[in-house]
């Protein structure tokens, strides 16, 4: 019998003892979920701002009352709509070339959600194996890899990333690239601290003394623990990324200034401050809200995600 | 003679995110001046909440009900109705509680670990710690916790040292200044047999073993002459040859400081050699309070018996199976309607299921709330005790 | 008898860990220092000693979860040393280890039928039918109920969690346990339980254990034969009746005295031997008998030669320069 299937049959197997007075389906503990949620509504609200804005990443065209690149000299540096020159067309009014701010507020949670979301995962994803790697060899390989990390760690962030933007140019994969390859030391130490925790915990021992294969231990017993502390990580480390982004759009090291993008209008806003405030304070506000909303969720995820803290009623 | 401690109809219950933890039901017991009362519990029994309560060292979401009047010379006041200045001043002065070391972190018993003064605990230690009360009732159910819970609380902390801990109290609870309250520190660490008393002064907590630890902690706790003290589980995460000596030490201190003891514990053998009386708890309630002899003599609960059962006795050959109490400890979340320990007694009937058994006196100062007679093999009959 | 288990000369020391440039030599942790004795078929062998002597680690070295320094252990004619890494992990199913934490030791996130099933996915190609069937099996062995398979242990108290465990050593039919500590964190009357099931199993099933514990009351109970080990080292060995009438080392002595008997009347009248000061540290064990800085009775010679250890009675080892002469006190039970 092949691993895989001696896993499937341990699934098959528990199911066939269920005992029917329990309640443990996947409903159960998704209502166990929502309740926790509920009774945190800090975490409730970072939630439904964060779906909101993943939402209007989504579906920008449908939701843009304007094309974000469509110019319109005769309507430019138009205020809100509620002050007295505003008007209903532009309802986060216009800036110095005329295109919609709302527009471009909304084509711009794309640029910001994709480079969290796939910043965050490639980092995540390559973090877990050099860490899965330094925690569980040990010695040699863990001192290089530990020693590369802190290197990595010990540049001053902004500055590094910067050079590297420079270097690499302006564009929306390298943006990725940069963030994703800068946040790797991040994801390594957590996971090896963690690796290193778990390993010493008893059904790790258990597992080796019932002769368990190498492989085995890692994929059953240490990944699922890893995935809490981890994940949790990632939503804070996702919303840093957002934050950054906007600063390397504001120094000009983002996405091309033709991308519609929170960091780019910041920089496009800034010579305008004083006089047209609105140009740069809305995209400023989705930045904050979007941080700030994705902070509050990784606070909820991090007490729903604690086994310590996991407590189900019956 | 007027008790010392008189606790009647003591109730604590914590409201948790889950619903509430009946942790303390209806305790009553009194201390005398001098005397050594043994509270026997397993994990969750309520043992530690009880005294916890009384100290008003709970904090979070709770209710504590019924009352605690302590009686000493110039003082009568109840504990639970004063304000927490008063307590405050009370704590460590006239009552002390010494901790389990909190160093071990899989216990069977709660390890609450805590500054002698309370003004030396953080408000997040103070949280933590009632987490950890809380869990601990969780665990119970069984159903609760999924993880063993590490204290992070040491009883002292971790970067004062050890002299200064104690001088500390003095200087908070009577007024002493720093030369005197130095001179006096040194005395006690002598008194608690620590050797070379003027250089531990200046050691770190960490610095010490776990047996140094619980000595200076007895120091600090005896440093204002208190007239009780309470022993939490002193003795659990230590050694036998070491539990011993602190056995042996606080029998002493006892003698010479005229002090009363509370020591709360879950091991019948410490206690046979130890108390001078003896309340058992479960479910969280005292289930039966005797005179050291007459409990180990004649216990009146099933639940005391089935303990004493429990203990493999050395003089004996092994070979016999020892006897067990089946099932598990009572869900804490469930209002209290019946006996508590219906469902693991081996002589419970009807009645046990309709009511709670408010406690039968057996005999001078021998009470047990069972509605059963267990010597004659019969019901009980006679009049309850009123409360 | 016929041994099942023999411990040669096993040695462990943890070096202590270095900085990243050491200076000078690492000290060394002497966990275990030198250890031989035999288990026999169907016996529970109690080992006991304070926390820090090294017990759990010779338990650990003798399932080689722990590699020794020195030393083998020999499972009836193979020698568990010198198995190659794979030989090892197959080899594992004959001896089993129940821990002491039976909080940490269940992963929190598989079913308990899952946990069961483990060593018997394996291990063996047992159909789905049989290993579902070996699971109701073993769960009510070990007092369990069907319905258990399909909770997560978190749902389980601390004695049901111990149950369990025992359930998953027993998967492979094992001819010999480690129990490292399996009572010392459960309640009192939970301890009862667990011993007794321990009792009856082996009973049923003829394994033999070795009984890893602190408390000397619950180690008599449990087995035929108990060693005493201090600071790395087997102070005594002797079976548990032979021990308890006529202990010869001095530490033997004292730790029976420590042990407070359930009936005032009795307690009031023990003089227990309170030991002086506290384990030294086993980074630099004392010279010669390392007992001899607490030791009650120990002469000159105790500091200067290590006494050896040897078979004073018959099946009686004791390790003392003066065993039997000079007593720590009188202990009369009996």
């Given at each position: 019998?092949?691993?895989?299937?001696?896993?499937?049959?341990?699934?098959?197997?528990?199911?066939?003892?269920?005992?029917?007075?329990?309640?443990?389906?996947?409903?159960?503990?998704?209502?166990?979920?929502?309740?926790?949620?509920?009774?945190?509504?800090?975490?409730?609200?970072?939630?439904?701002?964060?779906?909101?804005?993943?939402?209007?990443?989504?579906?920008?065209?449908?939701?843009?009352?304007?094309?974000?690149?469509?110019?319109?000299?005769?309507?430019?540096?138009?205020?809100?709509?509620?002050?007295?020159?505003?008007?209903?067309?532009?309802?986060?009014?216009?800036?110095?070339?005329?295109?919609?701010?709302?527009?471009?507020?909304?084509?711009?949670?794309?640029?910001?959600?994709?480079?969290?979301?796939?910043?965050?995962?490639?980092?995540?994803?390559?973090?877990?194996?050099?860490?899965?790697?330094?925690?569980?060899?040990?010695?040699?390989?863990?001192?290089?890899?530990?020693?590369?990390?802190?290197?990595?760690?010990?540049?001053?962030?902004?500055?590094?990333?910067?050079?590297?933007?420079?270097?690499?140019?302006?564009?929306?994969?390298?943006?990725?690239?940069?963030?994703?390859?800068?946040?790797?030391?991040?994801?390594?130490?957590?996971?090896?601290?963690?690796?290193?925790?778990?390993?010493?915990?008893?059904?790790?021992?258990?597992?080796?003394?019932?002769?368990?294969?190498?492989?085995?231990?890692?994929?059953?017993?240490?990944?699922?623990?890893?995935?809490?502390?981890?994940?949790?990580?990632?939503?804070?480390?996702?919303?840093?990324?957002?934050?950054?982004?906007?600063?390397?759009?504001?120094?000009?090291?983002?996405?091309?200034?033709?991308?519609?993008?929170?960091?780019?209008?910041?920089?496009?806003?800034?010579?305008?401050?004083?006089?047209?405030?609105?140009?740069?304070?809305?995209?400023?506000?989705?930045?904050?809200?979007?941080?700030?909303?994705?902070?509050?969720?990784?606070?909820?995820?991090?007490?729903?995600?604690?086994?310590?803290?996991?407590?189900?009623?019956? | 003679?007027?008790?010392?401690?008189?606790?009647?109809?003591?109730?604590?219950?914590?409201?948790?995110?889950?619903?509430?933890?009946?942790?303390?039901?209806?305790?009553?017991?009194?201390?005398?001046?001098?005397?050594?009362?043994?509270?026997?519990?397993?994990?969750?029994?309520?043992?530690?909440?009880?005294?916890?309560?009384?100290?008003?060292?709970?904090?979070?979401?709770?209710?504590?009900?019924?009352?605690?009047?302590?009686?000493?010379?110039?003082?009568?006041?109840?504990?639970?109705?004063?304000?927490?200045?008063?307590?405050?001043?009370?704590?460590?002065?006239?009552?002390?509680?010494?901790?389990?070391?909190?160093?071990?972190?899989?216990?069977?018993?709660?390890?609450?670990?805590?500054?002698?003064?309370?003004?030396?605990?953080?408000?997040?230690?103070?949280?933590?710690?009632?987490?950890?009360?809380?869990?601990?009732?969780?665990?119970?159910?069984?159903?609760?916790?999924?993880?063993?819970?590490?204290?992070?609380?040491?009883?002292?902390?971790?970067?004062?040292?050890?002299?200064?801990?104690?001088?500390?109290?003095?200087?908070?609870?009577?007024?002493?200044?720093?030369?005197?309250?130095?001179?006096?520190?040194?005395?006690?660490?002598?008194?608690?047999?620590?050797?070379?008393?003027?250089?531990?002064?200046?050691?770190?907590?960490?610095?010490?073993?776990?047996?140094?630890?619980?000595?200076?902690?007895?120091?600090?706790?005896?440093?204002?002459?208190?007239?009780?003290?309470?022993?939490?589980?002193?003795?659990?995460?230590?050694?036998v040859t070491?539990?011993a000596q602190?056995?042996d030490?606080?029998?002493?201190?006892?003698?010479?400081?005229?002090?009363?003891?509370?020591?709360?514990?879950?091991?019948?053998?410490?206690?046979?050699?130890?108390?001078?009386?003896?309340?058992?708890?479960?479910?969280?309630?005292?289930?039966?309070?005797?005179?050291?002899?007459?409990?180990?003599?004649?216990?009146?609960?099933?639940?005391?018996?089935?303990?004493?059962?429990?203990?493999?006795?050395?003089?004996?050959?092994?070979?016999?199976?020892?006897?067990?109490?089946?099932?598990?400890?009572?869900?804490?979340?469930?209002?209290?309607?019946?006996?508590?320990?219906?469902?693991?007694?081996?002589?419970?009937?009807?009645?046990?299921?309709?009511?709670?058994?408010?406690?039968?006196?057996?005999?001078?100062?021998?009470?047990?709330?069972?509605?059963?007679?267990?010597?004659?093999?019969?019901?009980?009959?006679?009049?309850?005790?009123?409360? | 008898?016929?041994?099942?288990?023999?411990?040669?000369?096993?040695?462990?020391?943890?070096?202590?860990?270095?900085?990243?440039?050491?200076?000078?030599?690492?000290?060394?942790?002497?966990?275990?220092?030198?250890?031989?004795?035999?288990?026999?078929?169907?016996?529970?062998?109690?080992?006991?000693?304070?926390?820090?002597?090294?017990?759990?680690?010779?338990?650990?070295?003798?399932?080689?979860?722990?590699?020794?320094?020195?030393?083998?252990?020999?499972?009836?004619?193979?020698?568990?040393?010198?198995?190659?890494?794979?030989?090892?992990?197959?080899?594992?199913?004959?001896?089993?280890?129940?821990?002491?934490?039976?909080?940490?030791?269940?992963?929190?996130?598989?079913?308990?039928?899952?946990?069961?099933?483990?060593?018997?996915?394996?291990?063996?190609?047992?159909?789905?039918?049989?290993?579902?069937?070996?699971?109701?099996?073993?769960?009510?062995?070990?007092?369990?109920?069907?319905?258990?398979?399909?909770?997560?242990?978190?749902?389980?108290?601390?004695?049901?969690?111990?149950?369990?465990?025992?359930?998953?050593?027993?998967?492979?039919?094992?001819?010999?346990?480690?129990?490292?500590?399996?009572?010392?964190?459960?309640?009192?009357?939970?301890?009862?339980?667990?011993?007794?099931?321990?009792?009856?199993?082996?009973?049923?099933?003829?394994?033999?254990?070795?009984?890893?514990?602190?408390?000397?009351?619950?180690?008599?109970?449990?087995?035929?034969?108990?060693?005493?080990?201090?600071?790395?080292?087997?102070?005594?060995?002797?079976?548990?009746?032979?021990?308890?009438?006529?202990p010869?080392h001095p530490y033997t002595q004292s730790l029976i005295s420590a042990i407070?008997?359930?009936?005032?009347?009795?307690?009031?009248?023990r003089k227990p031997i309170v030991l002086e000061g506290?384990?030294?540290?086993?980074?630099?064990?004392?010279?010669?008998?390392?007992f001899?800085?607490r030791c009650p009775v120990a002469?000159?010679?105790?500091?200067?030669?290590?006494?050896?250890?040897?078979?004073?009675?018959?099946?009686?080892?004791?390790?003392?320069?003066?065993?039997?002469?000079r007593r720590a006190a009188e202990i009369?039970?009996?």
């Amino acid at each position: 019998m092949k691993d895989k299937d001696k896993d499937k049959l341990n699934n098959e197997l528990t199911g066939l003892l269920v005992d029917e007075k329990e309640d443990r389906s996947i409903r159960a503990r998704l209502w166990y979920l929502w309740r926790l949620l509920w009774r945190d509504k800090a975490g409730l609200i970072g939630l439904l701002v964060f779906l909101t804005i993943i939402f209007c990443a989504i579906s920008a065209t449908i939701l843009a009352p304007h094309d974000p690149l469509k110019q319109d000299l005769y309507a430019s540096r138009q205020p809100p709509a509620w002050t007295e020159e505003g008007s209903s067309e532009h309802i986060l009014g216009t800036d110095n070339l005329g295109r919609d701010i709302f527009s471009r507020i909304i084509y711009g949670s794309r640029v910001s959600i994709m480079v969290g979301f796939l910043g965050v995962s490639m980092a995540f994803t390559l973090g877990i194996m050099i860490g899965l790697i330094a925690g569980f060899k040990g010695g040699r390989t863990d001192n290089v890899i530990m020693t590369l990390t802190n290197m990595v760690l010990a540049l001053p962030y902004l500055v590094f990333v910067v050079f590297i933007a420079a270097v690499l140019g302006r564009s929306l994969l390298n943006v990725v690239l940069i963030f994703g390859l800068t946040d790797i030391p991040i994801f390594v130490r957590v996971t090896r601290g963690e690796v290193l925790r778990l390993r010493e915990e008893g059904y790790i021992e258990a597992a080796i003394s019932i002769g368990q294969k190498t492989p085995a231990i890692i994929f059953k017993h240490i990944m699922p623990n890893l995935l809490g502390p981890l994940v949790t990580l990632a939503t804070f480390e996702m919303s840093a990324m957002i934050f950054y982004e906007a600063g390397l759009g504001f120094l000009g090291l983002s996405v091309p200034p033709t991308v519609p993008s929170w960091g780019n209008m910041l920089a496009e806003g800034r010579q305008y401050l004083t006089v047209y405030p609105w140009m740069s304070i809305y995209p400023g506000l989705a930045i904050v809200i979007t941080g700030f909303s994705m902070n509050l969720f990784g606070d909820w995820l991090r007490d729903a995600l604690d086994p310590r803290l996991r407590r189900m009623k019956k | 003679m007027k008790p010392l401690l008189s606790v009647k109809n003591l109730s604590t219950r914590f409201d948790t995110f889950d619903g509430s933890v009946y942790a303390v039901n209806d305790v009553n017991f009194d201390l005398n001046p001098g005397e050594t009362l043994a509270v026997v519990g397993e994990s969750g029994s309520g043992k530690s909440v009880t005294m916890l309560s009384l100290l008003g060292l709970l904090s979070g979401s709770k209710e504590v009900t019924g009352s605690a009047f302590f009686s000493t010379a110039g003082l009568d006041m109840d504990l639970l109705a004063i304000s927490k200045t008063e307590l405050n001043r009370l704590r460590g002065n006239r009552i002390s509680i010494i901790f389990q070391d909190a160093l071990r972190s899989l216990n069977p018993v709660m390890t609450v670990g805590e500054q002698i003064s309370e003004s030396l605990l953080t408000h997040r230690e103070r949280e933590e710690r009632n987490a950890e009360i809380k869990e601990e009732a969780g665990r119970l159910r069984g159903s609760k916790v999924s993880k063993a819970f590490q204290s992070t609380l040491r009883s002292f902390n971790p970067v004062m040292t050890v002299g200064e801990q104690i001088s500390e109290t003095l200087r908070t609870h009577k007024g002493y200044n720093r030369k005197s309250a130095y001179r006096r520190a040194i005395e006690l660490l002598e008194m608690v047999g620590i050797s070379q008393p003027d250089k531990r002064y200046y050691s770190y907590p960490h610095m010490f073993s776990g047996g140094m630890r619980q000595r200076a902690m007895i120091a600090i706790a005896i440093s204002c002459t208190p007239d009780i003290l309470i022993a939490d589980e002193p003795t659990t995460a230590l050694d036998v040859t070491i539990q011993a000596q602190i056995i042996d030490l606080t029998k002493r201190l006892q003698q010479e400081l005229g002090m009363a003891v509370i020591w709360i514990t879950h091991d019948l053998g410490v206690v046979a050699g130890l108390a001078d009386r003896v309340m058992v708890m479960y479910g969280g309630t005292g289930v039966e309070t005797a005179p050291v002899d007459r409990l180990y003599e004649s216990p009146c609960h099933p639940y005391t018996a089935g303990l004493l059962g429990a203990i493999p006795n050395i003089a004996e050959d092994g070979g016999d199976r020892l006897i067990s109490i089946e099932g598990a400890p009572p869900d804490l979340y469930q209002e209290p309607r019946h006996c508590q320990f219906a469902w693991r007694c081996p002589y419970v009937f009807e009645r046990c299921w309709k009511e709670i058994p408010r406690g039968y006196t057996v005999s001078e100062g021998h009470v047990a709330k069972c509605f059963y007679d267990m010597q004659n093999n019969q019901p009980r009959t006679g009049v309850q005790n009123s409360g | 008898m016929d041994k099942l288990i023999r411990v040669e000369n096993i040695t462990k020391h943890f070096d202590l860990k270095s900085s990243f440039i050491s200076l000078g030599s690492a000290a060394a942790v002497k966990a275990v220092d030198d250890i031989s004795f035999d288990v026999y078929k169907n016996e529970t062998l109690g080992l006991v000693g304070e926390s820090g002597c090294g017990k759990s680690t010779l338990g650990r070295v003798i399932l080689r979860l722990i590699e020794p320094t020195s030393g083998s252990v020999f499972y009836e004619d193979i020698n568990v040393n010198l198995l190659k890494p794979e030989e090892l992990r197959r080899f594992r199913t004959k001896m089993q280890i129940v821990f002491q934490d039976s909080y940490s030791s269940l992963n929190p996130r598989h079913k308990v039928g899952e946990i069961i099933a483990e060593p018997m996915t394996i291990h063996t190609d047992m159909s789905r039918r049989e290993i579902r069937e070996r699971i109701l099996e073993l769960l009510s062995l070990v007092g369990l109920k069907a319905g258990h398979a399909s909770r997560f242990p978190h749902e389980f108290s601390g004695g049901q969690r111990q149950r369990i465990n025992i359930a998953r050593t027993l998967a492979l039919y094992p001819s010999f346990i480690v129990c490292d500590e399996p009572i010392s964190a459960l309640d009192v009357s939970i301890q009862a339980q667990v011993v007794n099931l321990l009792k009856d199993l082996q009973k049923k099933l003829g394994i033999t254990y070795l009984f890893i514990a602190h408390d000397l009351s619950m180690v008599k109970h449990i087995s035929d034969r108990i060693a005493v080990m201090y600071l790395g080292k087997i102070m005594e060995l002797a079976t548990s009746r032979e021990l308890f009438i006529n202990p010869l080392h001095p530490y033997t002595q004292s730790l029976i005295s420590a042990i407070p008997i359930p009936d005032p009347k009795k307690e009031r009248l023990r003089k227990p031997i309170v030991l002086e000061g506290e384990v030294p540290s086993p980074v630099n064990p004392p010279s010669g008998c390392v007992f001899h800085t607490r030791c009650p009775v120990a002469g000159d010679l105790c500091s200067q030669e290590i006494p050896e250890y040897c078979e004073i009675g018959p099946n009686h080892f004791v390790s003392c320069h003066y065993a039997g002469e000079r007593r720590a006190a009188e202990i009369n039970y009996l």
